[in-house]
């Protein structure tokens, strides 16, 4: 006969049971809404700037990319808000932020993909599969409608703040409203490697106090619209690594299509910041792995952004 305090482990089993059901069940509706971070014990900081990331696609789990905004926000003193539904972007979502953050890219996979890498985009047989052929290719589509980008203008020029993140300038492949406000657009990525990245413009509050870096991270490339005094960050690949190619040649069923490879060089824009209507925009390339995002150098750059966005400097 058990004591009245006593617990059996059969009691201990039963108890952890119920507590990972009801764990699973409040988790159920996680991305019905944007998950709230803070700073501050007991709730977020009345009267903080509100801060939302739209993160996560397949090439970058939101894991890594929380754990990394979190550290940032948390030495900042603000509250930040986690989604993964792209498909809510809109300007009813956004209304009561002052600061957005996309760190995503512009694929969506309605058919599927597999666990491996996508190479010229359908399943390679390094994934294990004894019947890959039976599978469909692998075709991305993009998800961002002109409505949602112009939602995110809209948001900018009322006066708030927009931080593109690593492959989010790709998005801009997407929506001619979204690369308006953006400024730029991705031209792809070589393999991570180590490069240098330079602050060609030591004169803007965002690289105040930031020296050269080298960093281990995917070296992005991409072009910059407007004038070229935004320009922050460039990055140069000085290990006489291959130079970045973009373009390339699919053949499928018989058929070649594609564009021919094109160099562009060891040398790329890696960060910018312009003004927008009333409000402001920023993009930096870096941030594949927590240890690009918080290298010394670049995670004061991600500071310094931010109040840059927010006004606050």
């Known amino acids: ?25 409040g988790s159920s509706g996680i991305w019905a809404a944007p998950q709230t971070s803070t700073s501050q014990e007991g709730g977020t900081a009345g009267g903080s700037p509100r801060a939302l990331v739209l993160m996560c696609d397949r090439y970058h789990n939101q894991d890594y ?49 597999s666990s491996g890498p996508a190479e010229e985009g359908s399943r390679q047989p390094q994934d294990g599969l004894e019947n890959p052929g039976e599978f469909p290719a692998e075709v991305p589509e ?84 407007k004038d ?8 140069d690949n000085l290990d006489g690594l291959i130079s970045y190619e973009t373009g390339y040649l699919r053949k499928t069923r018989g058929e070649t299509t594609g564009s021919a490879p094109q160099s562009l060089g060891t040398s790329s824009i890696s960060g910018w910041g312009h003004e927008f209507g009333k409000g402001r925009v920023v993009f930096t390339a870096m941030g594949h792995t927590n240890d690009a995002m918080w290298h010394p150098e670049y995670f004061k750059i991600q500071k310094n952004a931010v109040k840059w966005l927010l006004k606050s400097t």
């Open 65 to 113: 990319i929380r754990v990394s905004l979190d550290r940032l926000f948390k030495e900042l003193g603000l509250p930040v808000e986690y989604t993964t539904n792209y498909y809510d972007l809109s300007a009813r979502l956004l209304q009561p932020y002052q600061l957005f953050i996309a760190f995503r890219d512009e694929m969506i996979w309605p058919g599927g993909y």
């Open 142 to 225: 993009h998800w961002m409608t002109e409505e949602q980008g112009q939602a995110v203008s809209d948001f900018v020029r009322a006066g708030n703040g927009f931080y593109s993140m690593h492959n989010n300038a790709s998005l801009s492949r997407s929506s001619q409203s979204h690369r308006e406000v953006q400024g730029g657009v991705s031209l792809g990525h070589a393999p991570v490697r180590p490069f240098m990245v330079r602050v060609v413009n030591k004169k803007h509050p965002i690289t105040e106090d930031v020296k050269d870096f080298m960093v281990t991270d995917e070296q992005c490339y991409a072009t910059y619209d």
């Open 228 to 235: 070229p005094g935004n320009i922050l960050l460039h990055s």
């Open 1 to 25: 006969m058990k004591k009245p305090n006593q617990m059996s482990r059969r009691d201990l089993l039963h108890s952890a049971g119920v507590a990972a059901a009801a764990g699973a069940l």
